[in-house]
């Protein structure tokens, strides 16, 4: 049976162009009828997905996690399904999902027709997959280029942390969660819905993209020589024995700033504290690898 997709490519993801032919072949010979839009700006995607929503089955996106990050509010409210072409630098969403990384094999996880449900965080009126964060993240991706990530890849994250690390400074934040208020002075905090960010790196060691809860980690570092015990723990998520690492754990989560503080999301600007986070589950569907298992945790029952 034919499947309707509307193929949304970033032609400036890393390796967007270069793999746009070679997907629409592979897909056109997978028996899908293709509406193929190259973006050049992914603020396109919403209008796109809006346009077109009475006449297509799924939609295919082709890009990294901010791509990603871009579509996700309209394909909540259009209630379409999503397949994913891991095109960019990170691609954490991907590989939450166990998503193949090759275009062939991206291609025939999205024919399987194998979907599943997962949860999606929101932050003051966004939704994201991955992580929302403020602090030191922030300044990564105002730092970060286009140019560092198809140079480096994921390398880039990295050398442009140690590039910003030294010019952070600290700041005050109240934290409202489960009754508590928790007043806090740190360098970042990051909430997550998935399982990595920044290029593989653990939100918490048992995160799951399906667990109905969101996980914080606040860095309070006071002392430089704490930073190299967290090159070893960030991409675990283990910080269980790290005392100036806050981690907690939520449906729900407020916080609040003296300054309103920029919020990342999926590794794009998008909102500012105040902020309430929230997860929202199932509250997508996405095409994955056939007999994949992404969760760390027990399904529960609705």
Known sequence: MTKRALLLVNRYARKGQKSLAKAVEILHDLDFELITVPIKNPQQLPELVHKHK????????????????????????????????????????????????????????????????????WVNGKHFFNVASLGLSVKITKKLSKGAKRRLGILAYGYTALQVLSQTRPFRAEIRVNGESIR??????????????????????????????????????????QIFPLIWTLPSGDYEN??????????????????????????ELTVSTPAKFRAIPKALAVFTAAETSYSKTTPRKD
């Not at 027709?113 to 997962?118: D, R």
């Not at 920044?198 to 570092?221: F, H, P």
């Not at 981690?247 to 920029?262: C, G, N, Q, V, W």
């Open 54 to 121: 009475n006449a297509i089955d799924l939609v295919i996106v082709g890009g990294g996690d901010g791509t990603l990050n871009a579509v996700v509010d309209s394909l909540v409210e259009t209630k379409l399904p999503l397949g994913i072409l891991p095109l960019g630098t990170a691609n954490d969403l991907a590989r939450t999902l166990s998503i193949p990384p090759s275009i062939p094999e991206a291609c025939r996880a999205i024919a399987s027709g194998n979907l599943k449900y997962i949860d999606l965080g």
């Open 184 to 225: 806090i002075k740190t360098i970042q905090i990051a909430v997550g819905n998935g399982r990595y960010y920044g290029g593989g790196m653990a939100i918490a060691k048992d995160a799951a993209i399906d667990d109905r809860r969101l996980d914080l980690y606040s860095l309070e570092i006071e002392r430089w020589w």
């Open 242 to 267: 790290l005392p100036w690492v806050r981690s907690l754990e939520a449906e729900e989560i407020e916080i609040y700033t003296r300054k309103p503080e920029e919020i990342n999301t999926d590794g």
